[in-house]
């Protein structure tokens, strides 16, 4: 990859892509357990692990739409 | 008994924290998990403990999930194996389940997706791979290939003389099967056999129990799905048609099929092509059917609950099992074989029946056929403390079965002389589960999902004590 972001070979977008995949399995992970282990989440925790989720899945559609 | 009993799953990956996660995720939903972060360890590991399921990320430092489910797949065929990568590549899912992947889940991992899959992998794995284990391989017919047929239908009467026949016959044929019997006959062990006696062989058998299907999973677990093609298709799904591509797909307890599903059934075997729902492309087929009942389908054609058409598409040759009971010597001989292999599984030693067993054995109607007769005999290994099964070690039905016209004792007497007070409580609760799950599980003809719901208990559970009490 050259200095300056330019080129992006196809082989290190996917390598870049794969990465981040890896990323968002531990975010869904950990998301699941902390939901598990705050069983008496106020609303507002609860809707702040929401948005986390949703944030996850929305870079997940944005990787798709690029593959 | 329940911790051993606990399905152990390996999960490797060298993504410390995704292995941390799934493996605190997994142990509490029941299992008992190891975590490896590399290829080498996670060899390791399985050599010295056996794994019911090994959950595999396919890029390794040191391998790839390609290598790691050959080795497993060699050394330990009765392990399961989920890959778990990060690359959706269809081709490559196609070829790791034609290697004996049960699956492939695809990153980003979401908890449920994963549990759902991980269920169904133990009870697809069960059926897969443990039944004929114990059914036929672990005596002498380790051999899957060219497998003496012997192995699998026990027996010298004309009835299993007339049955190996007509397998010997149709097996190397392109013929689909219908393999009609009274639930318990060994249904899918014949069909395994045509299978593993036919050209196909080096190719995958697909089981399938229709009867637990519901009529929105069915079309997907038949034909797959394409990630996202409806609320909760999570990932790409290959379907039961796809899998068992080049060899053989065995539909049991067909009878029980949504009449939609038949339709679409019909539609695939006729123009032998499969397309995933959500998808547009075609993928040719080379697949045969064979598929089981214990209905009768001509009263369920008559009635418009199937099929004519498919009836005949499915019947081009059939199969008749033989009860257990109009089998005649064959009784003994079975008992034999499967106190054999009950005394290498639950390491007893117990060498014989006592002759009031045996009279019972040959008295008694079998309505649950050789199943019964294995579950018994593995029950009365266990419990027997001597090296002979005497009547005592029999569940009562039985060792107070009379044959109907002589039946002038009053039940109340003859139990009085066969109960003996039970003062182990642990094994009088698990001789009380045994028996009531039998008697349902018998008033329902072996339908787990009519059976757990009689017992007010969901499916899993239905399942999990099953096995704790060694049923299947």
Known sequence: ?67 | MLIADMKKILIIDDEVNIALLLSKFLTRNGFDVSTASSGTSGLDLLKNGEFNLVLCDFRLEDTDGREMLRQIKTHYPKTGVIIITGYSDIKMAVELIKMGAYDYITKPLYPDEILNTITKAMETHHALVEEPANATTNISHANRKQQDLSGMVIGTSKASRELLRQIELVAPTNYSVIILGESGTGKEEAAKSIHLNSPRNNHPFVAMDCGSLTKELAASEFFGHEKGSFTGAFATKIGHFEMANGGTLFLDEVGNLSYEIQAALLRTVQERKVKRIGSTKEIDLDVRIIVATNENLQEGIQKGRFREDLYHRFNEFSIFMPPLRERGNDIMLLAEHFLKTSNLELNRNVTSFSPAVIECFTNYRWPGNIRELKNIIRRAALISEGNEITIKALPLEISNYKTPSFDYTPAGEAQQETKEPRHDLKNAALEAEYDTILKVLKEVSYNKTKAAEILNIDRKTLYNKMKAINLK
């Open chain 1, 1 to 67: 990859m050259e200095p300056g972001g330019k080129g992006i070979d196809a082989g290190t977008l996917r390598t870049i892509r794969h990465d981040i995949k890896n990323q968002l399995s531990n975010i869904n992970l950990a998301l699941g357990q902390l939901k598990y282990e705050m069983q008496n989440a106020s609303p507002d925790q609860q809707e702040y692990l929401e948005m986390i989720a949703a944030s996850a899945a929305k870079i997940d559609t944005i990787l798709k739409t690029t593959e």
